[in-house]
């Protein structure tokens, strides 16, 4: 079974920047589409980012538009969000996913974001 691992996660105060990476654990892996999701405490799961490989293309949530930024590389089978300008809202456990067929059907275990002074 496929793993998608998270690093990066960590304590930043609010204006700070950090780098989250995600890298599958089996390189022969093909997905369509790879990304990112948070949840914070006592809300559901959001979509953070995305990017399709086969487009080359790149989708932000609203929230996040102007200081996140999505890359990878398909050949590695690894995925970073860049996370700049971050604000005590976007405090929350950080989730790789990659999706075939239309579907998320692969998960990190996530790592926690935790953005206070």
């Known amino acids: 079974q496929v793993l998608l691992v998270e690093s990066g996660g960590g304590l930043v105060q609010p204006g700070g920047s950090l780098r989250l990476s995600c890298a599958a654990s089996?390189?022969?892996?093909?997905?369509?589409?790879m990304g990112w999701f948070r949840q914070a405490p006592g809300k559901e799961r959001e979509f953070v980012a995305r990017?399709?490989?086969?487009?080359?293309?790149?989708n932000y949530a609203d929230s996040v538009k102007g200081r996140f930024t999505i890359s990878g590389d398909r050949t590695k089978n690894t995925v970073a969000l860049q996370m700049n300008n971050l604000k005590p809202e976007d405090t929350a456990v950080y989730y790789c996913?990659?999706?075939?067929?239309?579907?998320?059907?692969?998960w990190g275990r996530g790592t926690q974001v935790t953005v206070s002074s």
């Open positions: 996913a990659a999706g075939r067929a239309g579907q998320w059907d692969t």
């Open positions: 089996e390189r022969t892996f093909r997905s369509s589409v």
């Open positions: 990017i399709y490989w086969n487009l080359a293309a790149t």
